[in-house]
């Protein structure tokens, strides 16, 4: 595990930074688009019930030129009735706003969020090696929540807001257009500074979600690395690796909160300052008999209903900046190609005949697996590094077991890994009984190959159902077969058989436990291709070979890739191929390679003096 001390250079965080808000927001229509009546009704219940808050000062005038002037206690009475009835009504308003879009946006939320888990699932392998797990996590999590609450509360609160305003200055100017004026009077250096301000938040908000996102990563892999962190005494460097982090984060935060801040402090005073030079000027004329007390008393509250939609603006807009990051981040995820499409060809594979079919030449009928000047390369690899493959050519016969032998970083596991397309070829193809793979369609190609590897996963479900996860069709029998061909039956000892819980990541069982149960899955659909990546290597030689007896008789009926380090695992195979260079330099039986290739028996007997120096 890389114990993080800074964020890990892969991507997720490295969006443009100056892109329309607006047109990010506008992305997010197709999710918001069922739940339009609901969101746009309740936007018109709040503008209504903001709008019945601009009623009140329109009767405080009328009752206190009115009643009050006129000492009228029943007129009094009736104004204040008319208040609450007022008030009561804005308040039931705002409530029937809140229960109108509580449950469509908590919808639009899980709507994201499985269509993000969908997309996931079919980015390819390559993807997933370039971009940190917490970047995709924090997208999956804190992104999505800002948008619901932007949903919720910025995007009907900006349009209820702005209409309040409207509204507001209008009713201000018709009762005495002076006062109004001077009250407007900011508002010209408040757009202007509400659009500075909006350019610097956005990076602002961008570089902290980008900084979260980062610090998930460093907690994720100290949470499942937390035996080697333990292990090597490495929890101080980890700690500090997780305190570098945060202290960035916190400080682009506080950077964000000064930015807020000061925007909000400009947001206030500039009204109040208007607000304050209007009451001096409305008093004066009063004063001087030029206007009712009654004016000014409803033009002073009026202007004061409207000092909330006002001074909310600054945040609004931070919101809603923070929810355009959230979409864009939500996007740089989404807008990422899919593995590649079942008729996408890479360079150098033979074209398709007239007819239609792809072009089957003689060898192909032969059947079985075939690589044909493939070459691959990592698209992070360093391009003056050679590709990892440099033109594989082998041909596994149909029924035959080929084991795959190489030095270390050879790129066995990279071979094994283009033939379920976990990676695409750069160039040459690979045919399964004559049928190019990039022609198959995934399904066709998952039902056809099966795979285990070294490194075995489980999921957090119950022994059983991590098996059956290798085939769709497989029952209660095919199961136990499969177990039994694995040496897995340590399943049936566990305390509720094969309904038990392995636990996340299969981490209650050993090593040796998880590889089995991985083996099971890979056979437990009697697959007609088979690819294991060294699936033995975490096996006693006692359990090895039991299992390597009982995969023959499967392995008799499948064609199979078997990556292996072990001469036990090498003597599985009917061949062997040996990989070096990135090529096959030599193709025969375990005797035969061992008689001539030098580099052969160096690989095989470093392995034996090791397995005999282990052995007691
Ligand atoms: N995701 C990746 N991105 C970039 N390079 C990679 C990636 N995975 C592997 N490589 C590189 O590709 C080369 C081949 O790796 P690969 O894992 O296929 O070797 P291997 O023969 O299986 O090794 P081993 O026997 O140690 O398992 C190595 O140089 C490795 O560094």
């Known amino acids: 595990m890389a114990v993080t001390s800074e964020p890990r250079a892969l991507e997720g965080g490295a969006a443009p930074r100056h892109r329309s808000a607006t047109r990010s927001l506008l992305r997010l229509w197709p999710y918001v688009r069922p739940v339009r009546v609901r969101l746009f009704g309740a936007a ?50 705002f409530g029937l706003r809140r229960w109108l879009v509580g449950r469509p946006l908590a919808s639009v939320e899980a709507a994201m969020r499985a269509d993000l888990y969908r997309h996931l699932q079919r980015l390819p392998v390559s993807f997933h090696d370039r971009w940190a797990s917490g970047q995709l996590l924090s997208r999956a999590t804190t992104d999505l929540m800002l948008l619901r609450m932007f949903l919720a509360f910025p995007l009907t609160f900006l349009v209820v807001n702005g209409v309040t305003i409207l509204a507001g200055f209008a009713i201000l100017l018709s009762q005495e257009w002076t006062l109004g004026l001077i009250l407007l009077f900011p508002a010209v250096p408040l757009m202007i500074l509400c659009s500075l301000f909006e350019k610097r938040y956005a990076t602002v908000a961008r570089t902290v979600q980008d900084q979260t996102g980062d610090l998930t990563t460093v907690v994720e892999e100290g949470v499942l690395g937390v035996r080697i962190v333990k292990g090597f005494g490495r929890h101080r460097s980890q ?84 929810a355009a990051t959230a979409t864009d981040r939500y996007f740089d995820v989404m807008d990422a190609e899919p593995a590649a499409a079942a008729d996408r060809r890479p360079a150098g594979s033979p074209r398709r005949g007239q007819d239609g ?27 003056e590094e050679p590709p990892v493959l440099r033109g594989v050519d082998l041909h596994i016969r149909p029924g035959e077991t ?30 399964l009984d004559g049928r190019d793979i990039t022609a198959l369609t995934r399904e066709e190609l998952r039902s056809l190959v099966a795979v285990a590897f070294e490194e ?32 897995a039956d340590f399943v049936h000892a566990l305390p509720e058989g094969t309904d038990t819980e392995v636990g996340e990541q ?20 009697s697959p007609r291709f088979l690819v294991l990546d060294d699936p033995l290597s975490a096996l006693d030689v006692h359990t090895e070979a039991l299992v390597e007896a009982a ?7 499948t064609t199979a890739l078997v990556v292996a380090h072990r001469p036990s695992t090498v003597l599985l195979a009917d061949r062997v191929a040996l990989l070096s260079g990135g090529r096959i330099t030599a193709v025969g039986t375990h005797q035969r390679l061992l008689r001539e290739s030098a580099e052969y028996r160096a690989l095989m007997s470093g392995q034996e003096r090791e397995e005999g120096e282990s052995r007691p």
């Open 402 to 431: 080929m084991a795959l032998v190489g030095a270390t970083g050879s790129g066995k596991t990279t071979l094994t890994a283009l033939v379920p397309r976990l990676q695409e070829i750069t160039r040459g193809r690979i045919t």
């Open 239 to 322: 700690a500090r690796a997780f305190r570098t982090l945060s202290e960035q984060v916190r400080s682009t935060e506080l950077h964000k909160a000064r930015l807020l801040a000061t925007i909000w402090a400009l947001i206030m005073t500039l009204p109040e300052l208007a607000i304050g030079a209007a009451l001096v000027l409305g008093t004066v004329r009063v004063a001087d008999g030029d206007l009712s007390a009654g004016t000014l008393v409803a033009f002073l509250s009026t202007a004061l209903t409207l000092r909330w939609p006002v001074e909310s603006l600054g945040f609004l807009l931070a919101m809603s900046q923070d």
């Open 357 to 383: 079919q792809s072009a089957v030449d003689s060898q192909d009928r032969e059947g079985g697996l075939r690589f044909q000047g493939v070459e691959f390369a990592y698209a992070d690899a360093p391009p």
């Open 506 to 525: 299969g981490l209650s069982l050993s090593g040796g436990q998880r590889q089995r149960l991985a083996l099971a899955r890979a056979v437990v659909g």
């Open 44 to 93: 018109g219940v709040a503008v209504v019930a903001s709008c019945l808050g601009l009623v009140i000062p329109l009767v405080l005038k009328w009752m206190v030129d009115g009643p009050v002037a006129h000492r009228d206690p029943g007129g009094v009475w009736l104004g204040g009735a008319l208040l609450l009835a007022l008030g009561t009504a804005e308040a039931g308003l």
């Open 551 to 557: 995969l023959r008789q499967v392995l008799a009926a």
């Open 456 to 487: 075995p996963t489980l999921f957090s479900a119950t022994a059983g159902e991590n098996v059956l996860m290798g085939a769709s069709d497989a029952g209660r029998e095919e199961l136990l077969r499969a177990l039994k061909v694995a040496q």
